[in-house]
């Protein structure tokens, strides 16, 4: 028998708001309550913990990423802190004194550069002479490659391939060749990613799979891994990014995983590109690119199709869309698909919509009609938004108002769940409930506590979690949870006219760190009473 008792700390549960000790028994929480009740309970069967006034709160659940990626960012050249072409140069110029084979940069973001000008193909062999180089923008949706790269994969210059930069879906091509590697790599790129996971406070993720980003191999590894029971990392859910025609086309492809954590059909099951790429597709040109309005990677037939498909079959599908013009082939093809299968059917499959950045309230109340869940990242609002920020510089000032409206969504009752899109932006918890609380929408704003929830709870709900208590700290619920070094804990709300430090009691409101300066450090993150991350040295 395993008893553990938490103390002397903070824990975030709705049964009691002012608990201060947690104990867990063969990892289900047995018992919340005060101090005094705490020191009363503890005999020498238990592992007695002292939070010394940390935070335990339910572990958070990242709603979208790709694993693979984030691994071998980790492990690859840091690019986020470019400011010019020249310190990309620079970067890859080190990088190619050390070590052989390809060299992989992820992070610039020309948006923030003075002058946007990016690195020729002569400019990287030189920096890099005789070595591969793929340099992933921002957004992952294009890149910069050496002649080496672009020689090996007989890339021909046009509308996709520009001095070095290779974008849109011969991206997705190049993207595949890039990352085929063999499953050492592969599987020390998961376990890196899944690591830094569990550092950063996450028990669950969910790992956004496709051919042109990882693969199958790599997925069923993935898959297979999750399900040992020895495995020490946060639990896992996936989905596959292919789409289908028929109800036993993807019954049949789901069950070739063979694996419970494959929950649906989609996840980045791109309908369209992105923003920063210039590949999102939009109903009016880009403002910043006269003729150009984005890619169409699916059509509403075949939208339409994977629907019904995934509806009578009862899967869950997703997709991949972020330009308002993407966003109206989606909802047509939802609404060809209720044509076909009835709009129960539909409704009935929870489908969901991921990123799904430009949205106005007509599509909003179709989203609704058809159930759908909004997969959204705030962080791309802390990163693109504002004055002079990406969104203003590709769409304009007035399209660009009005992005990531979370609370939209859920004024109008469409279910929200966040994530990162690692490794997009960073696996940073607590920066997206920041983010939430200051979008540049400030009617889209929600509070701290409906960005947590969105971040753990709504996390379980959109992923057709049958236990009502996923995702919370009561009795009875699995004992999975993070502790936090937070130096104050407040109840906060998105209006600056409304306090943002009460702590009334009468208002039995469970309080979430001050997100100000710094941001709270994990300590530790526990997944079904197995500790995944320790720092604390107890």
Known sequence: MSLDLYRNGSIYSPADPFATAMLVENGT????GSESAAGALLDARMTEIDLQGALVAPAFVDSHVHLGALGANLAGLDLGGASNAADILDLVSSAADTGDGIIQGFGWDETKFADASLPTLEELARAAPGREVYLSRIDVHSALVSPQVAQ?????AGSEFSGALVRGSLHARVRTAVFAYDESVNAAHRER???HLAATGHGTVVEMAAEHISG???LQSLLAASEEETAASPKLYAYWAQAVTEESEARELLDSFGSPALVGLGGDLNIDGSIGSRTALLRSDYADAPGSRGSSYLSVEQISAHVSACSLAGIQASFHVIGDAGLDAALEGFAKAAETVGLAAVQAGRHRLEHVEMVDEQ???KMLNFSLTASLQPQFDALWGGPGGLYEQRLGTERATGMNAI???LSAGVPVTVGSDAPVTPTNPWATIKA???LNDSQARISAKAAFMAHTRSGFRALGESNPLAGQLVTGAEATFA????SELTVQTPDVRVSSWSTDARAGTPMLPVLEDEMPTCLRTVRSGRVLFDAMGV
């Open 363 to 365: 599509a909003r109340a």
């Open 407 to 409: 609370g939209k969504f």
């Open 152 to 156: 090996r994969l007989g890339l021909v």
């Open 216 to 218: 199958r191999r790599d």
């Open 193 to 195: 990613a899944l690591a």
């Open 483 to 486: 502790i936090w070094n937070a």
């Open 29 to 32: 929480v047995a018992w919340i």
């Open 436 to 438: 939430c609380l200051e």
